[in-house]
């Protein structure tokens, strides 16, 4: 039998949901119960690579292109009527531990993102602290929004979370959208009883992440790739601009210690594009040939970024992404009609949640591969992303070892971890949620 793929179609009609409208409905009913969604799965000719597999997460273009992959969620945001009863942000500090990346600061400070609906369910975001703006900035306009929605009349979801958009507009709140957001649609996935990789498309509910390395001593990094191997993590991911004779050595250390793993490279736009090239040709040498070579040149340097994709691909085999260089609906459309790159990094707090399924549209159909990456974050941010690149299942790479950096996970429930293999479950939405807010989650 031929491998096959499921998404899950959830039914828009009232026989499926109770608290479901026509579009010509102005106000919902005053009071209902949600029933349980009926879940349709029809199988897709297409494979994928399961968890472990080396390329982490890897779908067919069967999958990826095909239009029958989008479902459920726009149903549920022209149908859904969200009445918030309270919606509040809660600081989110914690160390990190000694082993992220180096240039990394000690700490995590995000803000969590809390919205209970009057029928009582919860929902959670995570809004990451990002350099765009400064944190009082950020944070003063996360308050407007969860002001906004206290005092909002009932409204469908695609209208509140348009709202939201006017709030925290831009990309510099793109960050604080992504939360909100993020906490709203986890809260009617919570209404509706279902899990938001099923709402998101339901390719699959497992993945495999890589693993970041920080810069120390050859000896010191060979002996976390081992530990990181030996628990799965097949891919592993370097920071790359500081010290390119020593950035070579570890990167050879570890080629050495874990022949097998695969290498993906983070320049964060630290070269020229001479150097970008200077690179490539020093890896070609010590036989090294990464998977993926993110932002080698300046945000800015469109055609540095380009001249170094077509030297990497045509010389030396090796993809190029962009990351910084793609911060609006705008760069992905020029990095589609320039033929810039071959890759893509995709952060909910870059575009917010939103933007992103809109950006990830476009890559899809203009053949764009597709990297899934998060800032430092807990498991909220980490597990909706999650979520997200299960149900849609067209990401090449996975880059979400966040919540693996810190010292404490302070969410409870939520995906499962098994080494570089994130499962998650049938429980509804995101699943999780911060431990301090377990006894009056309970309650519900």
């Not at 002996?223 to 993590?233: D, R, T």
């Not at 691909?313 to 033929?339: F, L, P, W």
Request: charged share 20%; net charge neutral; with cysteine.
């Amino acid at each position: 039998m031929a491998p096959f793929s499921c998404r899950t179609v959830i039914s828009p009609s009232t026989s499926s949901f109770f608290f479901f409208f026509s579009r010509n409905q102005k106000r919902p009913f005053q009071s209902w119960m949600p029933r349980k969604p009926i879940l349709n799965i029809i199988p897709i000719n297409a494979t994928f690579s399961g968890a472990g597999s080396s390329d982490m997460f890897a779908v067919s273009d069967a999958v990826c292109k095909d239009e029958t992959t989008s479902f459920g969620f726009k149903n549920l945001m022209e149908t859904f009527w969200v009445d918030v009863q309270e919606a509040e942000e809660r600081p989110l500090k914690l160390k990190l531990i000694s082993e992220p990346l180096s240039t990394a600061s000690s700490r995590l400070q995000n803000v969590a993102i809390r919205v209970e609906l009057r029928n009582g369910c919860v929902g959670w975001g995570e809004a990451a602290a990002t350099p765009a703006t400064s944190a009082e900035a950020a944070l003063a306009k996360a308050k407007e929004a969860c002001e906004f929605l206290r005092r909002s009349s009932p409204l469908t979801l695609n209208l509140v979370l348009e709202e939201i958009g006017y709030i925290l507009h831009g990309q510099e709140y793109a960050s604080f959208r992504a939360g909100v957001e993020m906490a709203l649609i986890d809260a009617v996935a919570n209404s509706i009883d279902v899990p938001l990789w099923r709402l998101f498309g339901g390719v699959s509910n497992s993945l495999t992440t890589s693993r970041t390395i920080p810069m120390v001593s050859p000896a010191k990094s060979s002996e976390l790739a081992s530990k990181y191997y030996g628990k799965g993590f097949n891919t592993i991911r370097f920071e790359m601009g500081l010290n390119l004779h020593a950035e070579l050595e570890v990167m050879k250390a570890v080629q050495i210690a874990q022949p097998h793993c695969l290498f993906i490279l983070d320049a964060n736009g630290k070269y020229t594009s001479e150097e970008a090239i200077m690179v490539l040709e020093k890896l070609h040498e010590m036989g090294i040939s990464p998977v993926l070579f993110e932002q080698p040149v300046h945000k800015d340097d469109w055609n540095g970024l380009a001249y170094v994709g077509n030297v990497a691909r045509d010389k030396y085999g090796i993809h190029v992404g962009a990351d910084e260089s793609c911060q609006t609906m705008n760069d992905v459309q020029r990095v589609v009609k320039e033929n810039v790159v071959d890759f893509i990094n995709i952060k909910l707090a870059k575009f917010g949640v939103l933007d992103t399924l809109q950006v990830i549209e476009v890559a899809r159909k203009s053949g764009l591969n597709l990297v899934i990456d998060s800032m430092v974050a807990t498991r909220l941010a980490t597990g909706f992303a999650g979520h997200l690149a299960c149900g849609l299942g067209c990401f090449k790479y996975v880059n979400l070892d966040g919540p693996l950096m810190l010292s404490d996970d302070p969410v409870f429930g939520g995906y499962e971890v098994s080494g570089a293999v994130y499962k998650f479950t049938n429980g509804r939405g995101l699943g999780g949620f911060l431990k301090q807010d377990k006894i009056s989650h309970n309650s519900k």
